[in-house]
Nanobody
């Protein structure tokens, strides 16, 4: 069955870096757009980044532009999120999601048919 398994979360100080990974199985990873979303305690879901199936197009929310980089290795069925210059407001549970098609869509949960279990990122001094 379809599985998405995130890893790489943890604690970081402001200005620090973390790299999240999402290993996919049970479907043809290279055919699907992917996304990273996050949910901070007591807040709603935020779309952080998205990437086309072939990596040719990406999206970043304004607050992470220039700090986060999404990438994928279709040969390894793995999605990444490189996070630099982390800030306390980046603290959240981060989830990867599989789009039903080969692109991404922002803010439309029904366009995604699988989510990982989440990995926690905590940024504090």
């Amino acid at each position: 069955q379809v599985q998405l398994v995130e890893s790489g979360g943890g604690s970081a100080q402001p200005g620090g870096s973390l790299t999240l990974s999402c290993v996919a199985s049970g479907f043809t990873f290279s055919n699907h757009g992917m996304t990273w979303v996050r949910q901070a305690p007591g807040k709603g879901l935020e779309w952080v980044s998205g990437i086309y199936s072939d990596g040719s197009d990406t999206y970043y929310r304004d607050s992470v532009k220039g700090r986060f980089t999404i990438s994928r290795d279709n040969a390894k069925n793995t999605l990444y999120l490189q996070m630099n210059n982390l800030q306390p407001e980046d603290t959240a549970l981060y989830y990867c999601g599989k789009h039903r098609s080969d692109y991404y869509s922002i803010g439309v949960e029904k366009d995604y048919d699988a989510w990982g279990q989440g990995t926690l990122v905590a940024v504090a001094a």
